[in-house]
């Protein structure tokens, strides 16, 4: 009578990749909806907004844009 042994199965140490921390509401990771932006911010976010809709951009498009320069205007 043979013996049936077990498959060799995969390693439970495997750890996903992290995922960007995304709030509530967040459109870019660190993004914090629910604080008020800083002068510095919003300046970044008047002049974004400003030179995106200069080039054209509307909606999630235009939105994500500014995102992006407040959370690099820190």
């Known amino acids: 009578m043979s013996r049936i ?3 060799s199965r995969p390693s ?3 750890q996903p990749s992290p995922r960007p921390n ?5 459109l870019v990771p660190d993004q914090r909806p629910d604080r008020a932006l800083n ?4 300046a ?8 995106g809709t200069a080039q054209g951009m509307t909606g999630r ?3 994500v844009f500014v995102a992006q ?3 690099n205007a820190r």
């Open 69 to 71: 320069a407040v959370m």
């Open 5 to 7: 042994m077990p498959s």
């Open 12 to 14: 439970l140490s495997f």
């Open 44 to 51: 970044a976010a008047r002049d974004a907004r400003a030179s």
């Open 39 to 42: 002068s510095v911010q919003f």
């Open 61 to 63: 498009q235009l939105e």
């Open 22 to 26: 995304f709030p509530p509401g967040a």
